[in-house]
Structure formats: C-alpha cells, structure tokens
C-alpha cells in the first residue's frame, strides 16, 4: 500500500527535495508550508509519516508535532524534524514535544530514503 | 510548467528571491523600528532559510556565509546586540553580497565577503562589553557533519555481535517501529532475533500503547559497531543498547549458507551533488558568468484553481450537451437549444478568461518594496533626505507586467530623487520640510493600472525644456505651446536636461526610454509639474497582455481591432457634415469644446472603391489626445486574443499585433499611440499651411 508522507516546511525548495527524493520511489507526498496548514492536512488525511521544519512562520514546528501528538490518530505515526544545527537541546525539546526522529540539514537523499525507510515499515 | 519536473536549485533561486525581499523588507523596517521583535524574527528566519536550503543546494560559500550572519541576527533576537543603523547598512551590504554568491558566484572575490563580516564583527563588538564578549561562533562549526558514511570503517570479514535493547516506554507513541529497525539490522548481514517478553504485564495491568518487549539479536555483518549503532540514532538516550563483539567465530549452522554481504549505498555526507537532478552545479553555471535562467513561476491562491477547475467541469458538461445536438437527426435539431448552449458556452469562456487573468496576477507591492532600497541607497548617494511611501500596493497586475515595470519605475524614482527633490538647504530656503517625499501609487481604473510617482521636489524646468527642444529642433522657436504639452516634450527620444551627467540618472538616457518600455507594455506615460511644489508621473498601463476588449471594425474588405480601453466615443459620419479644408483632405470634429482631429482609413490604407454612404467616426483617445478613425462599419466588441506579428513585420508601426477571428480570418490591431501621434502630426502640418501664425483652424464640423 501507498506510504503518505506529509512534508511541512515553508520554504518549496525543500519540500521540493524531499517529494523529488521520496515520491520516486513510490511514496505519496502531501505538502504544507507551515504548522497550521500541516494540521489541517493532517486532519483531512490518513499519514503514515510526517517530516517538518521546525522553524516555520505562523506556527512552528516544536508546536506542530504537540499539537499532533494531542491527536489520537497521530499517536504511534513516525514524525521526523529537519533542522540545520546539531543542536543538542532544540533536538531534546523537539523530542520532548513528540517527534521520532531528525534530519540534519544539509542531508543527501540517500540519508533521507533511509531514514524515511526505517520509519516505515 | 511541471511543479514536479522543476529543478529544485531553480526553485531554491525563485525562493531566495523572497526571502531576500523578506530580509531588506525587515532590515529597511528595522531602520524606523529598531526593537521590532517580529521584524527581527523575520528577518532571522530569512537568513536562516538562505542557509539551510542553500547549503542543501550546494551554495556552499552561500550558506557559510549566511550562517555567519544568521548567527548575529541570532544574538540579536536574544537581546544581545541592539539593531543600529551600522548593523543594518552592514547587513543590507551582507544581503547584497549573499545575492551576488548566487547570481555569479564565480565572479565573487572571497576577500570581498570576510571583509563584510569583518565589518560585521567590529559593528557588533563595538557595542559588546568586553567581559561579556562572546564571540560570534566560529564559521568553521558551521556545518555539522552528517554521521559517518555506514560504509567507512567496514571490516574486510564478517564478524559477530550481540545486539540487546529495550526501547523506551513511549517509543510506540512517539513513532518508533522495532520491527523496521530489526529489519534494518538484518539487512546488514545475516542474524537471528529473540523477543523478551517477560514484562508484559497481565491484561489488567497493561498499557497498550507502552512498549515491554526487549529484543535480542546476533548478528553477522560486514558493517562496524557504529553503523549498528546508528540505527538506534533517534533515540540513542533512551534506549539501553549493548552491543557485544563475538569472540566466537561466526556459526555457520544457521540453516542458510552466508551470501554474500549486501552493501549499503555509501552516504554523500551532505554534499548536495547527488541530488537527482540533471542541472548543471552552481560552480559550472557560474563559469559563463551568468546565472542560469529561471524558470517562472506563480504563487497562485487555491481558491483561484479551485475556480479554474469548476468552470472547466461546467465547460465538460457543455461540451457533452453540445455533441449530443451535433449527434442529433436533423428533426430533433433545435436552433433554440443550440442557441442555449452558445450562450452557456460564451458565458464560460468569458468567466475562464477572467479566471486565468486573475492566475497572472500579482499584487505590484511586491515590486514597490524593492523600491525602498533604491531610495534608501539613493538618499545616501545624494545626500538628500527622501522617504518612499506607497499606496495601492495591494493593486493585482499581470506577473510579467509587474517584471517590465521595474526598470522604467527605477529610472523614474532616479530621475526624481536626482532632479526633482531638492538638497536639504534649498528645500529649507523654499520653506519645505528637509525630508524630501517621493509618493508611489497603484489603482485601477476601468481596464486599466494607474501607476503614478509623485515628488515634492521643484518640478520641471520648463524653460530649460524649451530652450533644449528648440535646440534640437523638436519645437519651433518661440512657438505657442501649453505648458502641459511643453512638459510632455520629456518623453521625446534623445531628450535630457540634466546639466552635468551624474551617475545617478543622467546617463545620456533620458525619459524616452522610460515612454519606449511603457509602450511596448501597450500603456501610456504623461507628466505633470507644478513649478516648486513637485511633479508626477502617471502610467497607465492595460491589466494584461494577453487579452484584451477590442472593438471589430470593417474598412473594405478588412477587418481591424481597437483597444476597448482607448475608446473614448463612436459618432456617425453624416454627409453633410464633411467639410474638406485644405489641400490634404484633413478634417476636424469638434467635440466636447475640444477639436478632433480625425483619419479616414480608407485612405490611409489605400483602400480603392466606393466608401459606404454612412461612415462612422471612432474617436480614440491615449491620455489627452484624442484622434477620429473613419470607418466603414463597427462590427461590435470582440475578445481579443493578441498575436504578435513576425519580425518581418517588425518595422510596422500602425500594427500591434493581430488576431483571428471566430470564421478563421486575421484582423489587424491598430497602434492607437502611433496614429494619434499621426494625426496629431498631420493636423500641426495643416495649421501651419493654413495659418502659419498658428491660430486656430476655422474649418471645424460641428457634430450632433
């Protein structure tokens, strides 16, 4: 069966990178440019995996994944948070906020594919 | 154009184009409202995208270089460096430079960008006490490496561990999957697994969204303890991991032969080059010097597709209607009901038509806000103190309009700031406040964008105007002209009063080119002055260039389009009226007090035969000159889709452009500006013939 991957990040050119690398290889990408818009897609579809940004405008990524985590259907989905540092206590608090995992910016597709492979089964 | 067949490195350009719009809109915004926390948040966020996409997409010097920047703007929305102007005239310098890393990155000196976060530094230093100095962070930790290639330390045999975790309690929740990181191990090799499920609790007891289990696995691999390891990276902290080297040699008496070891793929750290994607890399783009051409793209509302889709349905269902009356026996065949759909179908296409318009269109604030900078730069560069307001930036314009307007709008904000608004003393000495106004603006009007930009500066030299046009033989010595007019003179090719050429806007180059780029944008330009209190310049410009309402007429045989938009009124030729005076046949109408001179088509496109008894007059108009076409016949209004004529036509100037009809024939687009000017030409030459001390005619027709 078809994977949803819900991709959050307001900047296209990441979301861009993320769908070109996944959607290849068979994954059904939903995009959103930012936490609001990510739950509102969230709500209306059924995702077996969420891969956002955390510093989005309107609302953030920390935000985000709690908001999602409050939502019974999202416990147990895999969520993975894209930042550019190796910072120790923004990775806790994304953590502490629900997410499963990260991608440190920058990333090669092969970094994501299998990252984005161990989440799913 | 194919969202997903875009190159994102295409893309990635496309958004740094915003975001450093995002960053000069906050940093200009900054200048006024220094402790802005949202202005700063923003304009922390665009750094912060520049470099994380930019390293993503192999700008590397871009991306070290934005961190370095980003890093400031980082302490800056701590509160620990205040925003003062050095920090934004240097920031602004950092932008521009960071823009210059993408365009031509090749033609970028690295000791140009040290310098500027030199500068930076000092900026930020010289406000920093120095006990509390923390240096800003150095560029080398920049960017984290990513974890070790899997493949890097493979050992040439296979060797054995023991693998023994427990997850912890959430892992379920929080997305964690056993089963696909077990799998994920074994792909390395070969091994076996054993579940724990000892502290499973009874049923009373259980939590089912708790995890219990452990898990234990022996494993056969080429790989390194570290890539086992890094199957667990996610949650390293939480969960007890062993991993345990055999000593034994490996059993062979798992029931399979060992195969051969699979490999992973060995992982690019970071490095963007694998991305796949064709494009040539920035660093071979930027050996031509140019940056590669960008693919366009809009940013549309949803709800607009969302139309676009509903009338295309609705057009589906007309089509279907339409085939089954084709499909109709001859009895069946009601006029009637064709009509119906005829009008259904016109409905839609007309509403298709403003849809897709509406597709095309941007708001023009986005090119007003590239404007603040020109004048901030300016302001400095002059030593004149200018503030830029808009209005009307929320004003929708076709994408590619909105593109053309930039550089006639510069030269006009230029020519302004140079000429017009005065230095700070001699605004003083004429009793104006010393900052000096430059007003931009956009409405619509009918089916038209007015654009204007005012100045409160001295206005136009209208005696240097005349003194320079009877120079250059544009107007005849001591000749009457309305001031109005004199004005206009501006516009003609070659025409510049600056004195001295400054780099600023008196390049030999003068407003000509401004008219030229509005022309070819089918739209008019006009100035008016007022002597010490200020100038404006008004454009006004068709929505779009794609479609436009013309109106059918019949001259002869052929068929011509004029622009709805420059209609001003249409009157019968009666026979009585027509009055001949002259030589030349030349007529004038008079209308609304004003004397019109008008062109009989007939003639001027050598028409031969017989024109039919009753002529129409169609009075056109571009800004306040206004000019009569005689035609045969007005056929009524026709949507116009616009062809261009081939080069061959090229040196045609009554012609814009050409469309085709509903029955398959070509009509011809007159050039209104060109004919108003033709006839405006040809009524000067009259009066002088009649009247050379330049009174007014005395052969005027009087209508209605």
Known sequence: ?121 | MNILSGDPSDIFRQEADELFVQLETALLDLETAPGDKETIASAFRALHTIKGSGAMFGFEALAKFAHHVETVFDRVRNGDVLVTPALVGVTLEARDHMRRLIDAPGQVSAGSGDAILAHLDRVVSGQENPVCARAASPVERFIPSSPPPPSAKVSPASSGYRVRFTLPTNAFVLGTNPVTMIREMLEMGTGTVRCDASEVPGLDGLDPEQCYLRWELELFTGQSMEAIEDVFLFIRNETQLTIEPFSVAPVPALDLPLEPLRELPVVDSGSASSLPTSSPSPAASAQSGKPPPIESVIKVNSDRINGLMNQVGELVIVQSRLKQIAHSSTEELSVVSLRAVVEEMGRLVSELRETTKGIRMVPIGSLFSRFRRVVRDLSRELGKQVRLDTRGEETELDKTMVESLNDPLVHLIRNAMDHGIESSEARLAAGKSVEGTLLLTATHVGGQVLITVDDDGKGLNLERIRAKAEERGLLAPGAEISDGDLAQLIFHPGFSTAQAVTGISGRGVGMDVVKKSIDALRGSVEVFSQTGEGCRVVLRLPLTLAIIDGLLLKVGEERYIVPLSNVDAIVELADAMVEHSGGDGNHFLFIRDELVPFLHLRDLFAVVGEPPPHEKVVIVVVGKRRVGLVVDQILGDHQTVIKSLSRVHADVKSFSGATILGDGRVALILEIDHLIEFGQHREERLREALHPSGRRVGHEILVR
């Open chain 1, 1 to 121: 069966m078809t994977k949803t991957i819900l991709c959050v990040d307001d900047s296209a050119s990441m979301r861009q990178t993320i769908k070109l690398t996944l959607a290849v290889r068979g994954y059904r990408i939903i995009e959103a440019v930012d936490g609001l818009d990510g739950l509102g897609k969230a709500e209306n579809t059924t995702v077996d995996l969420v891969i956002t940004d955390l510093n989005m405008p309107r609302m953030g990524g920390l935000e985000f994944i709690d908001a999602l985590r409050q939502m019974s259907e999202y416990k147990g989905v895999p969520i993975l948070f894209v930042t550019t540092e190796s910072d120790e206590a923004l990775r806790a608090r994304a953590k502490e906020a629900g997410a499963t995992g990260w991608l440190t910016k920058p990333f090669a597709p092969e970094v994501l594919l299998k990252v984005t492979r161990r989440l799913l089964a």
